[in-house]
């Protein structure tokens, strides 16, 4: 049985730093593109960055900027290091997998980490 969970959110200043997991069970994530999402209230959601495990490409959403990374930590965990925030990054954040080496769209969900963003 395919199950995402996300952990690391929580309150933080503009200019700080958090690190989201999202630990995969029932697979192995090296053949499943692993993906971060996130849906601020009011709005949709939108993809934050991707990972394809077979070849360890990423692609990231244009307002990232270069501020965040995502990785393949081992078999099971995914993390998405995230930098210099901005109270516009406030959302829920997901992990979504989809077992192929280049659709990012989720198959599964995870429940979600609640990152805020504010002084």
């Keep these: 049985q395919v199950r995402l969970v996300e952990f690391g959110g929580g309150l933080v200043q503009p200019g700080g ?14 053949k499943y593109v692993m993906s971060w999402f996130r849906q601020a209230p009011g709005k949709e959601r939108e ?5 394809i495990g077979v ?32 109270p516009e990054d406030t959302a829920v954040y997901h992990c979504g997998e989809r077992h192929s080496s280049y659709n990012y769209e989720p198959a599964h969900w995870g429940q979600g980490t609640q990152v805020t963003v504010s002084s």
């Design 17 to 30: 730093s958090l690190r989201l997991t999202c630990e995969a069970s029932g697979f192995t994530t090296d």
């Design 47 to 51: 993809l934050v960055a991707f990972i």
């Design 55 to 86: 070849s360890g490409k990423t692609r990231y959403a244009d307002f990232v900027k270069d501020r965040f990374h995502i990785s393949r930590d081992n078999a099971y965990n995914t993390s998405l290091q995230m930098n210099n925030l901005e």
